[in-house]
Protein backbone atom coordinates (compact mmCIF):
# COMPACT_ATOMS: atom_id res chain seq x y z
CA UNK A 1 0.00 0.00 0.00
CA UNK A 2 1.16 3.40 -0.70
CA UNK A 3 0.94 6.11 1.91
CA UNK A 4 0.95 9.56 2.13
CA UNK A 5 2.54 11.69 5.25
CA UNK A 6 0.84 15.33 6.93
CA UNK A 7 2.30 17.17 9.46
CA UNK A 8 -0.09 19.61 10.73
CA UNK A 9 -1.24 21.43 14.03
CA UNK A 10 -3.43 18.52 14.38
CA UNK A 11 -0.48 15.61 13.96
CA UNK A 12 -0.38 13.67 17.62
CA UNK A 13 -2.93 15.66 19.05
CA UNK A 14 -5.39 13.68 21.61
CA UNK A 15 -8.61 12.67 20.11
CA UNK A 16 -12.13 11.64 21.99
CA UNK A 17 -14.58 9.57 20.09
CA UNK A 18 -18.63 9.87 21.06
CA UNK A 19 -19.38 6.76 19.05
CA UNK A 20 -16.89 3.33 18.95
CA UNK A 21 -14.94 2.58 15.86
CA UNK A 22 -15.62 -1.17 14.56
CA UNK A 23 -12.44 -3.38 15.82
CA UNK A 24 -12.43 -4.88 12.08
CA UNK A 25 -11.34 -1.48 11.09
CA UNK A 26 -9.75 -0.14 14.00
CA UNK A 27 -6.77 1.72 11.62
CA UNK A 28 -4.51 1.24 15.21
CA UNK A 29 -6.48 2.95 17.35
CA UNK A 30 -7.90 6.58 18.15
CA UNK A 31 -4.54 7.93 17.69
CA UNK A 32 -4.40 6.76 13.89
CA UNK A 33 -7.07 10.15 13.24
CA UNK A 34 -3.98 12.65 14.00
CA UNK A 35 -0.77 10.11 13.42
CA UNK A 36 -0.03 12.24 10.20
CA UNK A 37 -0.67 9.10 7.83
CA UNK A 38 -2.97 9.32 4.86
CA UNK A 39 -5.09 6.16 3.98
CA UNK A 40 -4.55 4.34 1.07
CA UNK A 41 -6.35 3.52 -2.02
CA UNK A 42 -7.49 0.64 -0.38
CA UNK A 43 -9.46 -0.20 2.83
CA UNK A 44 -9.19 -3.56 2.46
CA UNK A 45 -6.55 -6.25 1.96
CA UNK A 46 -4.80 -5.57 5.71
CA UNK A 47 -4.30 -1.59 5.13
CA UNK A 48 -4.53 -0.88 8.65
CA UNK A 49 -4.76 3.16 7.31
CA UNK A 50 -8.67 3.47 7.55
CA UNK A 51 -11.00 3.41 10.19
CA UNK A 52 -14.13 2.10 9.98
CA UNK A 53 -17.98 2.97 11.40
CA UNK A 54 -20.71 0.53 10.65
CA UNK A 55 -24.24 1.74 11.10
CA UNK A 56 -23.11 5.28 13.23
CA UNK A 57 -22.06 8.60 12.43
CA UNK A 58 -18.69 9.95 13.24
CA UNK A 59 -17.87 12.45 15.98
CA UNK A 60 -14.10 13.33 16.99
CA UNK A 61 -13.12 15.99 19.70
CA UNK A 62 -9.38 17.18 19.16
CA UNK A 63 -7.55 19.23 21.75
CA UNK A 64 -4.73 21.10 19.35
CA UNK A 65 -2.82 21.86 23.27
CA UNK A 66 -2.79 25.36 22.99
CA UNK A 67 -5.06 28.36 21.82
CA UNK A 68 -4.30 27.97 18.01
CA UNK A 69 -5.31 30.68 14.94
CA UNK A 70 -6.60 28.02 12.79
CA UNK A 71 -6.87 28.91 8.93
CA UNK A 72 -8.64 25.47 7.76
CA UNK A 73 -10.00 21.69 8.78
CA UNK A 74 -10.11 18.85 7.28
CA UNK A 75 -11.11 15.36 7.50
CA UNK A 76 -10.60 12.99 4.89
CA UNK A 77 -13.21 9.87 3.67
CA UNK A 78 -13.55 6.95 1.51
CA UNK A 79 -16.54 5.86 -1.13
CA UNK A 80 -16.69 2.55 -2.33
CA UNK A 81 -20.29 2.36 -2.28
CA UNK A 82 -20.24 -1.81 -3.66
CA UNK A 83 -18.90 -2.58 -0.73
CA UNK A 84 -21.20 -0.81 1.88
CA UNK A 85 -18.68 2.18 2.27
CA UNK A 86 -19.78 5.78 1.53
CA UNK A 87 -18.92 9.42 1.83
CA UNK A 88 -21.17 11.06 4.68
CA UNK A 89 -24.24 13.23 3.84
CA UNK A 90 -22.25 15.94 5.73
CA UNK A 91 -19.65 17.25 7.38
CA UNK A 92 -19.82 19.85 10.45
CA UNK A 93 -17.04 21.48 12.05
CA UNK A 94 -17.06 23.22 15.60
CA UNK A 95 -14.42 24.90 17.59
CA UNK A 96 -14.72 25.74 21.33
CA UNK A 97 -12.26 27.59 23.89
CA UNK A 98 -12.61 25.19 26.62
CA UNK A 99 -13.98 21.78 25.45
CA UNK A 100 -17.22 22.53 27.10
CA UNK A 101 -18.68 25.19 24.81
CA UNK A 102 -18.56 24.75 21.31
CA UNK A 103 -19.82 26.88 17.77
CA UNK A 104 -20.26 25.80 14.39
CA UNK A 105 -17.85 26.93 12.24
CA UNK A 106 -19.10 25.60 9.54
CA UNK A 107 -21.04 22.60 7.16
CA UNK A 108 -20.05 20.85 4.06
CA UNK A 109 -23.36 18.99 2.48
CA UNK A 110 -21.88 16.32 0.32
CA UNK A 111 -23.65 15.35 -2.47
CA UNK A 112 -22.31 12.10 -4.22
CA UNK A 113 -23.94 9.50 -6.19
CA UNK A 114 -23.94 5.71 -4.56
CA UNK A 115 -24.48 4.93 -8.13
CA UNK A 116 -21.08 5.12 -9.13
CA UNK A 117 -18.67 1.84 -8.62
CA UNK A 118 -15.61 3.71 -8.37
CA UNK A 119 -13.38 3.60 -5.28
CA UNK A 120 -13.17 7.19 -4.43
CA UNK A 121 -11.18 9.45 -1.69
CA UNK A 122 -11.42 12.91 -0.56
CA UNK A 123 -10.97 15.81 1.86
CA UNK A 124 -13.57 18.15 3.28
CA UNK A 125 -12.92 20.91 4.61
CA UNK A 126 -13.82 25.14 5.54
CA UNK A 127 -11.74 28.21 5.33
CA UNK A 128 -11.35 29.97 8.95
CA UNK A 129 -9.83 33.52 8.60
CA UNK A 130 -7.47 32.77 11.74
CA UNK A 131 -10.06 31.60 14.03
CA UNK A 132 -8.72 31.15 17.95
CA UNK A 133 -9.57 27.55 18.29
CA UNK A 134 -7.92 25.10 20.82
CA UNK A 135 -10.86 21.95 21.10
CA UNK A 136 -12.38 21.73 17.40
CA UNK A 137 -15.05 18.67 17.02
CA UNK A 138 -15.80 17.24 13.71
CA UNK A 139 -19.13 15.67 13.12
CA UNK A 140 -20.02 13.47 9.81
CA UNK A 141 -23.92 12.17 8.98
CA UNK A 142 -23.93 8.46 7.80
CA UNK A 143 -26.64 6.61 5.62
CA UNK A 144 -28.94 5.08 7.88
CA UNK A 145 -29.17 2.21 5.46
CA UNK A 146 -28.26 1.52 2.02
CA UNK A 147 -30.95 2.47 -0.60
CA UNK A 148 -33.41 0.21 -2.03
CA UNK A 149 -31.87 0.11 -5.85
CA UNK A 150 -28.55 -0.99 -4.08
CA UNK A 151 -28.07 -4.67 -4.29
CA UNK A 152 -27.31 -4.50 -0.53
CA UNK A 153 -30.26 -2.55 -0.14
CA UNK A 154 -31.39 -1.87 3.83
CA UNK A 155 -27.79 -2.64 5.25
CA UNK A 156 -25.99 -0.38 7.29
CA UNK A 157 -23.13 1.54 5.67
CA UNK A 158 -19.65 2.12 6.33
CA UNK A 159 -18.27 5.44 7.32
CA UNK A 160 -14.33 5.12 6.36
CA UNK A 161 -11.91 7.80 7.99
CA UNK A 162 -8.52 8.61 7.63
CA UNK A 163 -7.11 11.36 8.92
CA UNK A 164 -7.92 15.02 10.64
CA UNK A 165 -5.98 18.05 9.74
CA UNK A 166 -5.73 21.03 11.00
CA UNK A 167 -4.00 24.08 9.31
CA UNK A 168 -2.55 27.28 11.28
CA UNK A 169 -1.40 30.67 10.50
CA UNK A 170 2.47 30.76 11.36
CA UNK A 171 4.28 34.22 11.44
CA UNK A 172 6.65 34.69 9.03
CA UNK A 173 8.86 35.81 12.07
CA UNK A 174 8.92 33.81 14.95
CA UNK A 175 10.82 35.46 17.35
CA UNK A 176 10.71 32.23 19.97
CA UNK A 177 12.72 30.18 17.43
CA UNK A 178 16.14 29.84 16.87
CA UNK A 179 16.96 26.55 15.94
CA UNK A 180 16.57 26.07 11.91
CA UNK A 181 13.35 24.97 10.56
CA UNK A 182 13.26 22.26 7.90
CA UNK A 183 10.43 21.71 4.58
CA UNK A 184 9.65 18.78 3.11
CA UNK A 185 7.00 18.52 0.27
CA UNK A 186 4.41 15.98 -0.64
CA UNK A 187 6.03 14.32 -3.80
CA UNK A 188 9.65 14.25 -1.79
CA UNK A 189 7.96 12.09 1.29
CA UNK A 190 6.22 9.90 -1.52
CA UNK A 191 9.60 9.03 -2.80
CA UNK A 192 11.24 8.33 0.49
CA UNK A 193 11.47 4.61 1.71
CA UNK A 194 9.40 4.85 4.98
CA UNK A 195 6.16 3.57 6.27
CA UNK A 196 5.21 5.85 9.63
CA UNK A 197 5.73 9.19 10.58
CA UNK A 198 8.32 8.42 13.00
CA UNK A 199 10.28 6.44 10.34
CA UNK A 200 10.30 9.82 8.07
CA UNK A 201 11.38 12.49 10.77
CA UNK A 202 13.82 9.94 12.01
CA UNK A 203 15.27 10.71 8.22
CA UNK A 204 15.24 15.07 8.76
CA UNK A 205 18.54 16.41 9.61
CA UNK A 206 19.03 17.30 13.06
CA UNK A 207 17.00 14.64 14.66
CA UNK A 208 18.28 11.97 16.63
CA UNK A 209 17.65 8.86 18.80
CA UNK A 210 15.29 5.72 17.54
CA UNK A 211 11.75 4.59 17.52
CA UNK A 212 9.85 7.13 19.68
CA UNK A 213 12.24 8.40 21.31
CA UNK A 214 13.44 11.24 18.97
CA UNK A 215 14.71 14.72 19.51
Known amino acids: FQHGFTFNNATHKKVKLTYPYSEKY ?7 LTDGIRGSDSFRGGDRSWQGYQGTDF ?19 FQASSSWVVFPQLVEFYS ?4 IDFVNVGKVEIHSTL ?13 L ?6 FLKIFAKNLAELPKWH ?19 TPLIQKDVTSSISVITRE ?9 FTELLSLQAGVTGSGSNLH
Open 96 to 99: SLNG
Open 188 to 196: EIENLPVAS
Open 129 to 134: QNTDVR
Open 26 to 32: SAGGVEA
Open 151 to 169: PEAGGKPWLMVDEIIVTAR
Open 115 to 127: RNPDWTQEDFSIE
Open 59 to 77: EAVVDLGDLTKVNKIAVGF
